[in-house]
Nanobody, 126 residues
Framework: QVQLVESGGGLVQTGGSLRLSCAAS????????MAWFRQAPGKEREFVAA????????YYADSVKGRFAISGDNAKNTVYLQTNSLKPEDTGVYYC???????????????????WGQGTQVTVSS
């Protein structure tokens, strides 16, 4: 069984920064891509950022481009999300996701990822 565990969330003021971390444990697997999604109260889960290990390409939602940066270690199935210039609308539960299937090409949909963490809360106060 694969487990993803997020950490690094918290309460921060507008303009502040947080570094989220996600580490995989349990059954060994090789991931094709890892990503971060978030869900605000009363809203659907939305894509934030992803990284494709084979190409090294990083993908971002327009709402976080230029403010957030995704990075990680493929060999360790670890991914980070550096969040800068945070805004109140960035508030939500941030989820880490991983996909081990080499045949898949998508990175922006929740359905692209079979493995999910429990989430870490990020709250940005105005």
């Amino acid at each position: 069984q694969v487990q993803l565990v997020e950490s690094g969330g918290g309460l921060v003021q507008t303009g502040g920064s947080l570094r989220l971390s996600c580490a995989a444990s349990g059954r060994t697997f090789s991931s094709r891509a890892m990503a971060w999604f978030r869900q605000a109260p009363g809203k659907e889960r939305e894509f934030v950022a992803a990284i494709s290990w084979s190409s090294g390409t990083q993908y971002y939602a327009d709402s976080v481009k230029g403010r957030f940066a995704i990075s990680g270690d493929n060999a360790k199935n670890t991914v980070y999300l550096q969040t800068n210039s945070l805004k109140p609308e960035d508030t939500g539960v941030y989820y880490c996701a991983a996909d081990p299937n080499p045949w898949r090409v998508g990175v922006r949909r929740s359905s692209d990822y079979p493995y999910w963490g429990q989430g870490t809360q990020v709250t940005v106060s105005s």
